[in-house]
């Protein structure tokens, strides 16, 4: 079956330009995650989305982070006002939950974002 | 707040060599998982650990978690030039689904 997808692959902006990301994640997968990957590093938490509970957006960096959800399929995360600092690869991942706070998280290729 | 730190951040080895990858907090965890990202993917999960003391093996790659459920590795057996890609270790947050992942370790082994 089909893994998570991404769109687009590659995406590059003008700073103070808004941009919107997508994700496809596992059909059935209740659970979603987005990540920040900046350049050599490990992945930063930004928001986590479970079924119809409120979604946890502890992990957004500014106002000008938010994302949305449909039902438990596409999730799309957008960036308001892009800054150079935004530039990364953004990661969504889905899962099903298997166990207490275990479970296996499938990623998507990732957006790489560059800001000019 | 809950922070993983992955030692060494970078290793270059020679093919057929053994190695040691480490993932350490002050903090408890309930689980940790260990994941491997090739350049232009998303990480894939290789382990996750939930018992104190627990010791995995997937094929040449044997993971520990440690008795008080703190720290982590990852001990690869004879490298491959395929094992080359960033480690990453990751654990959920006091009791939720919320991960946090370590800092990476980025290994390449040569041919």
């Known amino acids: 079956g089909a893994g998570v997808s991404q769109s687009p692959s590659n995406k590059v902006t003008e700073k103070g330009k808004d941009v919107e990301l997508r994700c496809d994640p596992i059909?059935?997968?209740?659970?979603l995650y987005w990540y920040r990957q900046r350049l050599g590093q490990g992945l930063e938490f930004l928001i986590y989305?479970?079924?119809?509970?409120?979604?946890?957006k502890s992990g957004l960096p500014s106002d000008r982070f938010s994302a949305e959800r449909t039902g438990e399929s596409v999730s799309t995360l957008t960036i308001q006002r892009t800054q150079q600092e935004d530039s990364a690869v953004y990661l969504c991942?889905?899962?099903?939950?298997?166990?207490?706070?275990?479970?296996?998280?499938?990623f998507g290729p990732g957006t790489r974002l560059t800001v000019l | 707040t809950q922070l993983l730190e992955q030692s060494p951040q970078f290793l270059s080895i020679q093919e057929g060599e053994n190695l040691t990858v480490y993932c350490n907090s002050s903090?408890?965890?309930?689980?940790l998982q260990w994941y491997r990202q090739e350049p232009g993917e998303g990480p894939v999960l290789l382990v996750t650990?939930?018992?104190?003391?627990e010791v995995k093996k997937l094929k040449r790659l044997t993971f520990q978690f440690g008795d008080a459920r703190k720290d982590s590795s990852l001990h690869i057996t004879a490298a491959q030039p395929g094992d080359t890609g960033l480690y990453l270790c990751?654990?959920?947050?006091?009791?939720?689904?919320?991960?946090?992942f370590g800092t990476g370790t980025r290994l390449k082994v040569l041919a």
């Open positions: 991942a889905s899962s099903s939950i298997s166990g207490p706070f275990t479970d296996t998280q499938y």
């Open positions: 059909s059935g997968h209740t659970a």
């Open positions: 989305f479970q079924g119809n509970s409120a979604p946890d």
């Open positions: 903090s408890v965890f309930s689980s």
């Open positions: 650990v939930v018992t104190g003391g």
């Open positions: 990751a654990g959920p947050t006091s009791g939720t689904y919320k991960y946090i």
